[in-house]
């Protein structure tokens, strides 16, 4: 049973800083592209960033947060990060984490084979 564990969400002012934590359990980690995935209130869920376990974990971002989120894994501990700083108020979401068999990451949620149950970053201005 594939189990994706967020942590790590909180409070933060603007301008602030938080490190978001995914451990995955349940499958081969290394061979699996993980994302990050964020969701507000009446909104769709928004693509954030991926890792592709291919092409020497690559990354991909959203045009909304390149500069200030870093995605990045460690395959020993199965665990994916999203280092989250600059954050602004319209960084305030539910992030989930996902995970899917594809060699690359997508910006389609439907893609996604696997989620965590989220976790919220609320950020005050």
């Known amino acids: 049973q594939v189990q994706l564990v967020e942590s790590g969400g909180g409070l933060v002012q603007a301008g602030g800083s938080l490190r978001l934590s995914c451990a995955a359990s349940?499958?081969?980690?290394?061979?699996?592209?993980m994302a990050w995935f964020r969701q507000t209130p009446g909104k769709e869920r928004e693509f954030v960033a991926a890792?592709?376990?291919?092409?020497?974990?690559?990354?991909d971002y959203a045009d909304s947060v390149k500069g200030r989120f870093t995605i990045s894994k460690d395959n020993a501990l199965n665990t994916v990060y999203l280092e989250m700083s600059s954050l602004k108020p319209e960084d305030t979401a539910v992030y989930y984490c996902t995970a899917r068999g594809g060699v690359s990451g997508s910006t389609d949620p439907w893609e996604y084979a696997y989620w965590g149950q989220g976790t919220q970053v609320t950020v005050s201005s």
């Open positions: 349940g499958l081969t980690f290394s061979r699996y592209t």
């Open positions: 890792i592709n376990w291919w092409s020497g974990s690559s990354t």
